[in-house]
């Protein structure tokens, strides 16, 4: 690209998306009406978040209500029931499902106070009826966008929960609830459908997308391409380099994997295959660059919020929780690129293609003034995240203005908020149908008892326990969103972890770190089919590879529980600044050994003991973070004489 094609906005492929993302096989209306509806609730759904997120208006149960009304109705209007249904029409079944929904949900404004003052065990027959009704169209939404394996998990979980006392033994045996009390639980509290999760996407999670969305608008996605290539297109690999970066900045405030592939893939892709990485290597580097976007502070992916929440701590907490780990991360697969353009020789991009730092800032380095703001609010002002996600609204709309590259007219505005609701729709449904598991696991006191039984049978093996947590989130991942694996994993699996002494948040945020992961892990791995779409590989290795890109990532989770003060938890700067030295040494261990070429080739032998000495700096103490160094040093010694030894062997 040459200086002077700053900004130029870039073709984007998302017909590959829609191949592994349901989310994107959306109706497109041939007929007016129907098109006009859809704009209509959508923009309308987003502008009320925004006022109550200024003005609150409702109790918490009403305005989740609202929320899921209209998420609900978007999702019937827009998604057909099938592959034999319509995908350019709207069916009159589908107009009266999403009128249902919204009346069901408008039982619960409308009647509230009469709900307060029955409570969900005394329940007349319309409540029952209303509640029926809503978890029938809640799992039919959600399979119809996210497929058929949350639906089957929630109807599992209802099903262990009518037969609980038809189960032997005292381990996973309860007493068994009718299927009305259940039903009624879930629609009159604030323990099913309306938990906490869909609580977190009614009041920080929606206002977030739409956030994402006026940001894309300006054209952010081409600013942090330019300005990726700005900071390291020249280098050697460059446009691997430019993927990364540009991918990590991107992820940080979209937390979409298959978009963030799509979006800055359609760009980086080439630019690797045409500078001589292979194409699997190139679809890798997009897929595991991309996934990471969901652990990169600020905003972070979803599940970020929903912690907080459930945990009673400040949203702050967790983005400073996940700096460190994000970087490690990010380290690692920019280690490996270079590595590998070392290996093969490969150069950067030329002069002529590379702008300038200056000339990208000046034409839209302005939009990161909403970021820096957002970050004061949440870190420096103190502000509530709904407060400054409302404010750094606001503001982006105004900053927008002050250069045409980035301005945006009244219709811009109206389909950033339309396509911010319409990104709302998965997730706000996977919250609502993962609150009819948590809701049962409470009732029953599943997740207790499975705690109990892994405590039991591990005995006090920390290690035990996290790898089978380690499992059941990348299995939940594998079939489920990010959200639900990492809010059903944490339900039934994180407390025996919490059991074995690991602080709450440390345990979160190792399952958080595993349910993104998933996405790269085959047989399912989305996100790297997705890039492999793009790129003309193929797609179960480019799964491979990009799960070798991402060693940092399965290894820092256990990094951090047993060194907390990565987390950055109630640690003073002088305890941080030697843990993560060594986290950093034993990271770059990893990008060696998964390479296989440091200086020159590494053998297997040492690349088995470049792993191994990564792996004794899991758990801090000066004998093996010693013995771990000493690896290090001797094998980057060695590699360095070897190749040194070869250059003066070579004729002159």
Not at 105 to 120: K, M, P
Request: hydrophobic content about 55%; glycine content about 10%.
């Amino acid at each position: 690209m040459a200086t002077g094609q700053v900004g130029e906005e870039r073709e984007v492929n998302f017909e590959e998306a829609e191949k592994f993302d349901k989310e994107l096989k959306y109706r497109s209306f041939a007929s007016r009406w129907p098109t006009m509806l859809v704009a209509a609730i959508a923009i309308s759904l987003a502008l009320y978040h925004l006022y109550t997120a200024a003005f609150p208006l409702f109790s918490a149960h009403q305005h989740r209500a609202l929320h899921l009304a209209g998420i609900m109705a978007l999702g019937f209007l827009l998604y057909p029931a099938g592959g034999w249904s319509s995908r350019t029409r709207l069916p009159w079944y589908d107009f009266l499902l999403a009128g249902v929904a919204v009346a069901v949900n408008l039982y619960i404004v409308i009647g509230f106070a009469g709900i307060v003052e029955r409570g969900t065990s005394a329940f007349n027959q319309t409540d029952l009826v209303m509640s029926i009704v809503l978890l029938a169209l809640v799992l039919e939404g959600t399979r119809r966008i996210l497929g058929w394996g949350l639906p089957i998990l929630c109807a599992a979980f209802v099903l262990y929960g009518y037969l609980g006392r038809t189960i032997p033994g005292d381990i996973f045996g309860h007493r068994g609830y009718a299927l009305d009390d259940m039903a009624t639980y879930m629609y009159m509290g604030l323990q099913g459908i309306f938990g906490t999760a869909l609580g977190v996407s009614a009041t920080y999670i929606i206002l977030f997308i739409i956030f994402g969305a006026i940001m894309a608008k300006t054209g952010l996605g081409q600013f942090f391409n330019d300005f990726a290539m700005a900071l390291a297109g020249k280098s050697k690999g460059g446009p691997a380099k430019v993927a990364v970066i540009s991918s990590g900045f991107m992820g940080s405030i979209n937390g979409s994997a298959l978009a963030n592939v799509v979006s800055t893939g359609a760009f980086t892709i080439p630019l690797m295959k045409r500078i001589g990485y292979h194409r699997n290597f190139a679809g890798a580097v997009e897929a595991s660059a991309s996934v990471g976007g969901q652990i990169m502070p600020p905003i972070m992916g979803a599940a970020a919020f929903i912690m907080a929440e459930t945990l009673g701590i400040s949203y702050t907490t967790v983005i400073l929780a996940g700096i460190l780990p994000a970087l490690l991360y990010y380290v690692g697969i920019i280690a490996q690129v270079h590595l590998r353009a070392d290996r093969d020789e490969l150069t950067g991009m030329s002069s002529e293609e590379v702008p300038g730092v200056l000339e990208v800032m000046k034409e839209r380095g302005h939009m990161l003034l909403p970021i820096v703001l957002l970050i004061y609010l949440l870190f420096f002002a103190g502000t509530s995240v709904t407060y400054a996600a409302f404010w750094t609204i606001i503001a982006t709309l105004l900053i927008a203005q002050i250069r045409s590259t980035t301005r945006l007219g009244p219709r811009a505005i109206l389909e950033a908020l339309e396509n911010g609701a319409r990104l709302t729709i998965g997730v706000a449904l996977a919250c609502a149908s993962v609150g009819i598991i948590v809701g049962v696991a409470a009732l029953t006191g599943f997740g207790l008892k499975l705690a109990d039984a892994i405590v039991s049978v591990g005995g006090s093996t920390l290690i035990f326990a996290l790898f089978f947590t380690m499992i059941a989130a990348i299995v939940l991942g594998v079939g489920l969103p990010s959200i639900p694996a990492y809010i059903i994993t944490v339900t039934v699996a994180a407390p025996a972890i919490i059991q074995l002494g690991v602080e709450p948040l440390t345990a979160h945020m190792f399952v958080f770190y595993f349910g993104i992961f998933a996405n790269l892990t085959p047989p399912v791995a989305l996100a790297a089919f997705a890039a492999a779409g793009l790129s003309g590989g193929d797609p179960m290795r480019t799964g491979f590879q990009s799960m070798k890109l991402a060693i940092a990532g399965f290894i820092v989770p256990y990094m951090f529980v047993f060194s907390p003060v990565l987390l950055l938890s109630n640690a003073e700067p002088l305890e941080v600044i030697p843990v993560a030295a060594t986290a950093l040494v034993g990271v770059l261990m990893l990008a060696v050994a998964g390479e296989g070429f440091l200086f020159a080739k590494v053998n297997w032998v040492f690349r088995i003991i470049l792993i191994a000495g990564a792996i004794l700096m899991l758990n801090p103490s000066f004998l093996s973070d010693g013995i771990g160094l000493a690896v290090a040093v001797a094998i980057s010694l060695w590699q360095w004489r070897n190749r040194r030894d070869k250059k003066e062997a070579a004729p002159a």
